[in-house]
């Protein structure tokens, strides 16, 4: 499968009551940026991340979504949502991120990047949209895009292909973790076939798993 980057974005300082970080400080505004960026284990040169607690880190270095999913909500909200608008570092086209299966590697530009987990709502993602209800909506919709590890450094822009090089023969896909862990829990012993799962996210599915003996 072959798409194509549409866009990179870069995160500004946005100080707002909604913001989650303890300091009042969001990066989740997010803006397309010309030329080739630097994309390094622990995200893109100077992508400004607030909340590091849920964010960031090698296991969600770049945040991807999906042109045509942003196409869906600005229909569905009735106003026009610009690249970057869902906090994602890299807008793609023709790229099925909720069936990118957990584990697939992606050779974008210069770097290798690796498909790990599902991004979940938040009240940050709601106050940024003004929308009160996203997280349920967005919950609901299940097409929520997906963050990449890094496996070799290098340079991202706007207009690269996006080639999947590699897939795990397990098939655990973005959506099945989004639903197993939002929507639908009889899906949880699935997502223990996905060896390249975050291990936090393993843990937390032992636990449900645990817990509902």
Not at 5 to 22: F, L, M, Q, R, Y
Not at 119 to 148: E, H, K, N, Q
Not at 153 to 168: I, K, S
Request: aromatic fraction near 8%.
């Amino acid at each position: 499968m072959t798409g194509r980057v549409a866009a990179v974005n870069i995160g500004v300082v946005t100080e707002a009551a909604w913001a989650g970080d303890a300091s009042g400080r969001s990066g989740i505004d997010k803006r397309p940026v010309d030329g080739p960026v630097s994309v390094l284990t622990g995200g893109l040169a100077g992508d400004f991340v607030g909340e590091r607690a849920v964010h960031g880190g090698p296991d969600k270095a770049v945040y991807a979504y999906a042109e045509e999913d942003a196409a869906w909500w600005s229909a569905e909200i009735g106003r026009s949502i610009r690249s970057g608008g869902f906090g994602e570092n890299l807008t793609t086209y023709a790229i099925d991120l909720t069936g990118a299966v957990i584990g697939e590697q992606w050779a974008v530009g210069t770097t290798v990047l690796q498909v790990t987990m599902p991004r979940y709502p938040c009240m940050t993602f709601a106050g940024f949209w003004g929308v009160p209800d996203l997280i349920r909506r967005f919950t609901v919709r299940a097409s929520p895009g997906a963050y990449l590890r890094v496996l070799r450094e290098g340079e991202v822009g706007a207009g690269d292909p996006v080639e999947v090089v590699d897939r795990p023969a397990h098939g655990v896909t973005i959506g099945e973790v989004f639903r197993a862990t939002s929507l639908e829990p009889e899906l949880l012993p699935r997502l223990l076939d996905a060896d390249d799962l975050p291990a936090p996210m393993r843990e937390k599915v032992r636990r449900r798993l645990s817990s509902r003996g």
